[in-house]
DNA sequence: ACGGTGATGTCACAAGATGACATCGTCCTC
DNA sequence: GAGGACGATGTCATCTTGTGACATCACCGT
């Protein structure tokens, strides 16, 4: 301990990494995605174009890095409760939405908008969310929930989750999206609740 | 209408979309996606790299020509059934299940282990999924029903049919994809039912 | 100082993707 | 049935993505 620095992190500029991140935001909503260079964004962070490729996997990986953190809150999340599967999932991403979302709504909103814009990067969040399904099914067999169970909490987890966060997205919107969540999940349960005969109560 | 052929379509070679199609995914399953060069898929169905991307998006895209035929049949079957907006989904895939991939098990499995074995694939299978589930709960919509309950009852609608496609691949099983859509519908009905007993209701 | 270590820059290159232009069948018209 | 319009295809050039190989350079401990 010589003094300083933390070791194994950033050497010659400091966190090149968010500098990146936040390069390619900027160019992103600048000029778009596919008008925007790898080269450009190292250039705008200082760095170069091989260093770029060193810290992400590629060009739309600069804007998905939180997704990380993400998945870890709501594995734990999944673990510690404990209720029916179904309710397992939305409590986790309820505590998703407190401890990563809450008072951030204009970053996420920034980044969602460069999100829509581009096909691309749409794939790529979809993917993100597929490798989250993944996880919390994986963490929900953990704790003995049935394979079939565990994917249908999951992905149904996961449908009010969006549904919820598209709102809260949504412009002229002051509810919290904890608060969404569960009133969204309300409409989930009524949604798929017995075939009916044909009362067609009407949704609008 | 001088006499015999079509106009419009294939000139040179008999219908070069198909034999590229053929051609890439032999070339997938025989090499790998990623060994797989857009030359190589051209040069196997006699034609030149250029035309590929005249025909096709990427080089992915070669894979998925069958999506277009399966949203429209989807789209017409939510259009003319008369039930609740979750059963209506569940039908219309099952008709899907009947009139597209009914007697196709073999074909389908070949496809999904090409797709399995890459990301880049999945990666565009979920933004396919993703479009169909825009223009189902479109299509919702148009017969009247509320903006989320068309986007929950699709997303949970799809959710079904994924699974039951699943297990549909899976090996070692012979029942009907129309089967195991019912199925999976029931479960998915039990999973998302009431919150159940010992109240735990108390997260806010 | 000195060498090791790890992060970064430089160079080269295959493959993806696209625009511009040349070609060449096919069909239409006279 | 010759000639031109048209559309599909081939050719060429170019940019970008992504990666391997190797040189550098700052910082570390000794």
Redesign the interface.
């Known amino acids: 301990m010589t003094s300083d620095t933390i070791v194994g992190m950033a050497r010659w500029q400091p966190d090149a990494r968010g500098r990146l991140e936040a390069a390619a935001l900027e160019l992103f909503r600048e000029r778009g995605f596919e008008q925007t260079t790898v080269t450009d964004i190292a250039a705008r962070a200082g760095l170069d174009k091989r260093t770029f490729y060193r810290l992400f996997g590629d060009k739309r990986e600069a804007l998905f890095s939180g997704g990380k953190l993400l998945e870890e809150v709501v594995i734990k999340a999944v673990a510690e409760t404990?209720?029916?599967?179904?309710?397992t999932v939305i409590?986790a991403f309820?505590r998703v939405a407190d401890e990563i979302f809450a008072g951030r709504l204009d970053m996420v909103r920034v980044r969602q908008s460069v999100i829509e814009a581009n096909?691309e990067l749409?794939?790529?969040e979809?993917?993100k969310m597929?490798s989250l399904a993944a996880a919390v099914a994986a963490a929900l067999r953990d704790k003995g929930v049935g394979e079939?169970?565990a994917?249908?909490?999951t992905?149904?987890g996961i449908?009010?989750f969006?549904?919820a966060f598209a709102?809260w997205v949504a412009a002229g919107n002051d509810a919290s999206l904890?608060d969404l969540i569960?009133e969204?999940a309300a409409?989930?349960?009524a949604?798929?609740?017995?075939?009916?005969p044909?009362s067609?109560l009407g949704?609008?």
Chains 1, 2 share one sequence.
């Open positions: 404990e209720a029916t599967p179904f309710e409590a309820r096909p749409q794939e790529r979809l993917r597929g079939t169970t994917t249908l909490a992905e149904s449908t009010v969006r549904v709102r904890t569960i969204v409409e989930l349960r949604v798929t609740s017995a075939p009916e044909h067609d949704q609008s």
